[in-house]
């Protein structure tokens, strides 16, 4: 009797809206993930990589098809204990330090006292957070956020690992360090579904791949056979999507479809024509000149001065 896949997913369809305006995510899936493997999930944006996450998370609930997580309804309280989720974006209660954060993560999956402690301390020190201890999650930068949201997954040592583009804000060494802690994982006897855009970090991980395209699977199957005849996943990637009709815009050769054409240099731009020439007016005509000023009355004679008759005498 074969055994029973951690992950199983029969005829899953997603659709949102209503009546003219429904959009299918995803048109029928069928997967499943074998215990111990560590399985990728690839697909161009919008392909329906993340709503296949979330309805395996329960998050949302499947308009046809089902989907089993350790035999279970993915939203039952006894599966989730057993998963551990680290989304694209992770966000946390803004106030609380990373310590607060996992003590809380830690709880809700049933960890107390020395055992949580201890794993705390652990997933600080693994995840090299206790340089930020001091700091809330609102003041956390992207990368550290992100080691935050792979130390809250790891935290409880789950079964099965869900890993939404994982490594998207890493530095080098912490890729390699998140690449040593999912090789760990599957040593314990984890599963490991890990959603990327980095094709180099699923080369170098997975087992096994899906490659989705407008919500269907189009291809499914062990990464070495992929890659036979030491192919690279990206040439072989993008020939199942064109070969699907996804228009990414390469040719089966891997340049540009078409070739753009040489660039023209620009055109100077045109001279404003000059306003018509005015006529130049005529010079302003001199004022007249002032008159002469009228001569001046002859000064009458001054009249005789008569003497008082006093003086005569």
């Known amino acids: 009797m074969s055994q029973q896949p951690i992950v199983e997913i029969v005829g899953l369809q997603q659709r949102f809206g209503r009546r003219a305006r429904t959009v299918t995510a995803l048109a029928g899936v069928d997967l499943r993930v074998q215990r111990g493997e560590i399985f990728g999930l690839l697909g161009r944006n919008g392909a329906g990589k993340t709503t296949l996450v979330k309805a395996l998370l329960g998050l949302l609930r499947p308009s046809a098809g089902t989907v089993r997580v350790f035999g279970r309804e993915p939203g039952e309280a006894g599966a989730r204990a057993r998963i551990g989720y680290s989304p694209e974006e992770p966000g946390f209660p803004r106030y609380l330090y990373p310590r ?65 583009e994982p490594t998207a804000d890493l530095d080098p060494i912490g890729r390699r360090q998140v690449r040593d802690l999912i090789v760990a994982a599957r040593a314990r006897g984890a599963t490991v579904l890990l959603n990327s855009h980095l094709l180099s970090e699923v080369e170098r ?49 891997g340049g540009w479809a078409a070739p753009l054409p040489p660039r023209q240099p620009a055109a100077p731009p045109a001279a404003a024509p000059l306003p018509p020439r005015q006529p130049a007016a005529p010079p302003a005509a001199a004022p007249p000149a002032a008159a002469p000023p009228a001569p001046a009355p002859p000064a009458s004679p001054a009249p005789p001065t008569e003497h008082p008759p006093w003086l005569s005498q």
């Open 100 to 164: 607060q954060v996992l003590e809380l993560c830690g709880a809700l999956n049933g960890m107390s006292g020395a055992a949580l402690a201890a794993a705390v301390e652990r997933q600080l020190a693994s995840s090299e957070l206790q340089s930020v201890a001091g700091r809330q999650a609102r003041q956390l930068s992207k990368g550290m956020a992100q080691r935050l949201s792979l130390a809250q997954a790891f935290l409880h040592e789950p079964e099965l690992l869900v890993l939404d």
């Open 205 to 253: 991980l997975c087992d096994r791949v899906a490659v989705i395209h407008g919500g269907r699977v189009i291809r499914e199957g062990a990464i070495d056979d992929l890659l036979a005849g030491d192919r690279e996943l990206e040439d072989v990637f993008i020939e199942l999507i064109e070969s699907a009709g996804g228009g990414t815009g390469y040719g089966p050769t």
